[in-house]
């Protein structure tokens, strides 16, 4: 049976469940003043993978310029517009 993949355009999103990211090379690093990691996709069709405490996998693709904030216990805030794909 095949899978059925939901593909979306989601706008300002924040989490609080994230495990994991897995980003590609189409990123810059910095760290912000108030301790978030902050990351600022260098190149369209930016990627990263998360991981939800529910087990659960999604692919976020940003446009040149997208940016992820990481902080402490699982909150990440992303960009608009970016798309998620649930793997």
Not at 19 to 29: A, H, M, P, T
Request: hydrophobic fraction near 35%.
């Amino acid at each position: 049976m095949k899978k059925i993949t939901v593909t979306r355009t989601e706008n300002q999103v924040y989490s609080t469940r994230v495990l994991r990211s897995e980003f590609d090379n189409k990123w810059r690093v910095f760290i912000t003043g108030s301790g978030y990691v902050m990351y600022i996709a260098t190149a369209n069709r930016a990627k990263v993978v998360v991981l939800l405490a529910n087990g659960s996998s999604k692919l976020l693709t940003f446009p040149k310029g997208g940016r992820v904030l990481v902080g402490g216990g699982g909150t990440s805030h992303y960009s608009k517009p970016h798309v998620a794909t649930d793997l």
